[in-house]
């Protein structure tokens, strides 16, 4: 690994059904905003999502295992990150109650992580010992029923996300099938999930929940929607944990025809901006954040590539990394701190089925 300052690892989970490697390791040099030195780090099953422990020395990724042709028997894996090189070694894998996993996200201390099973709707929390490896499921919420609009899609439950609030108290479940965020309480110290009162966020019939993000003031939470590609603003009160929904736009430009799926979703670190990414018109959304907390829309910035599933921004801010799965790319924006633009840095650097970005914290 290279001590230089400018430089940080970055961990790529790929998609082995499109001939990618499960995760993989590439070097970012923030001087230059270039990407380079590509390597395996570890051989895992459709790695579609991943997470760093707040500790810096654990990385956690689950696998969307399919077995004739469906998403089945997933599961999560907990590795240790070796300092010296950046590769990655097994501590612990375990099955995830469930089919289809598809988001990780860990708690504030790194006591626990909570898993959404895609495939059969449910949200499960692990417990994470002192070694970094992955105890015994401390909690399981099986989500039932689905909204029905898109009859392919929403037949039944499929949690997409699982969000947790800034001091750890409430859990938000993003069901895509659902049309709905399920609220529970959180136990930061024992891991487990109660409904909230009122246990649930209802939004627009057919839109797809799929990620959240919250601003780092505390008070507003958004959500962007896979189907009807738009993004919800909720007022969020951290006493009580109820969303109240205030705003909704879309992340497509008014002239858009075609086919798209909304994927991801950020806010810069000082809450001024707002970032969505679109499958299909294969595009960023910007938006701005007034002090309200509403959206107004800025630009829509090409991706130089095909389905961009998920984006990060750098550890300082400075750049954008969008991992576009069907061109086998990632693209890298240097972003204005002033206005929120982005501006491509260099050609997109190759990666087969990019679908999930984490910086290494050192």
Same mark, same amino acid.
């Given at each position: ?10 961990f ?9 490697q499960?995760?993989?390791?590439a070097?970012?040099?923030a001087s230059?905003?270039?990407l380079? *030195? ?5 051989v895992?099953?459709n790695?579609?999502?991943q997470?760093?422990h707040p500790r810096g020395r654990?990385?956690?990724?689950? #696998?969307? &295992?399919?077995? &004739? ?7 999560? #894996?907990a ?7 950046g590769r990655?070694r097994?501590l ?7 089919d289809?996993p598809?988001h990780?996200c860990l ?11 895609? =495939?059969?709707?449910s949200?499960?929390v ?8 992955l105890?015994?499921?401390v ?10 609009v898109v009859p392919?899609?929403?037949e039944?439950p499929? =949690?997409?996300?699982v969000?947790l609030s800034?001091?750890?108290?409430? !859990?938000? =479940?993003?069901?895509l099938g659902?049309?709905?965020i399920?609220?529970?309480?959180? *136990? %930061? ?6 409904p909230a009162?009122?246990?649930?966020a209802?939004c627009?019939?057919?839109?797809g ?14 959500l962007?929607?896979?189907l009807n590609?738009?993004v919800t603003?909720f007022?969020?009160a951290? &006493?009580s944990?109820?969303?109240t ?5 879309s992340?497509l430009? !008014? *002239?858009w025809?075609g ?5 991801d ?10 970032y !969505?990414s679109?499958r299909?018109?294969d595009?960023?959304?910007i ?5 309200l ?8 910035? %090409?991706v130089?590539?095909?389905w ?10 400075r750049f954008l990394?969008? =991992?576009?799965?069907e061109? *086998?790319?990632?693209?890298v924006f240097?972003v204005d %701190?002033v206005g929120g633009?982005?501006s491509?840095v260099g050609?997109?650097? %190759?990666v087969p089925? @990019?679908?999930c970005l984490t910086?290494s @914290?050192?």
């Amino acid at each position: 690994m290279d001590p230089s300052p400018d430089k940080s690892t970055v961990f790529i989970g790929t998609y082995s059904t499109r001939g990618g490697q499960g995760i993989c390791r590439a070097e970012f040099d923030a001087s230059t905003g270039h990407l380079s *030195d590509l390597q395996p780090a570890f051989v895992l099953p459709n790695a579609s999502y991943q997470a760093i422990h707040p500790r810096g020395r654990f990385l956690y990724s689950v #696998c969307e &295992e399919r077995g &004739e042709g469906r998403r089945s028997n997933g599961s999560i #894996c907990a590795l240790a990150i070796e300092p010296e090189t950046g590769r990655l070694r097994l501590l612990n894998r375990r099955r995830t109650l469930g089919d289809g996993p598809c988001h990780i996200c860990l708690s504030t201390g790194g006591q626990q992580a909570l898993i959404s099973n895609y =495939a059969s709707g449910s949200v499960v929390v692990f417990s994470i010992l002192a070694d970094g490896s992955l105890g015994e499921p401390v909690s399981f919420v099986q989500h039932h029923g689905g909204s029905g609009v898109v009859p392919d899609r929403q037949e039944g439950p499929h =949690a997409h996300s699982v969000m947790l609030s800034l001091d750890n108290h409430y !859990a938000f =479940a993003a069901d895509l099938g659902q049309d709905r965020i399920r609220v529970s309480r959180f *136990d %930061p110290g024992k891991g487990t999930l109660l409904p909230a009162d009122p246990p649930e966020a209802v939004c627009l019939p057919g839109s797809g929940p799929r990620h959240m993000t919250m601003h780092p003031g505390g008070r507003h939470l958004f959500l962007v929607h896979e189907l009807n590609n738009t993004v919800t603003v909720f007022g969020y009160a951290p &006493e009580s944990g109820i969303l109240t929904n205030q705003q909704t736009v879309s992340t497509l430009p !008014a *002239d858009w025809k075609g086919t798209s799926y909304a994927a991801d979703i950020q806010v810069t670190t000082d809450g001024r901006f707002l970032y !969505a990414s679109n499958r299909g018109n294969d595009s960023l959304a910007i938006f701005s954040i007034n002090d309200l907390g509403m959206l107004e829309t800025r630009a829509f910035v %090409p991706v130089r590539g095909r389905w961009p599933r998920q984006f990060r921004f750098t550890p300082d801010s400075r750049f954008l990394l969008a =991992a576009n799965q069907e061109s *086998d790319t990632i693209t890298v924006f240097s972003v204005d %701190p002033v206005g929120g633009g982005l501006s491509p840095v260099g050609d997109s650097f %190759p990666v087969p089925a @990019p679908v999930c970005l984490t910086f290494s @914290p050192g």
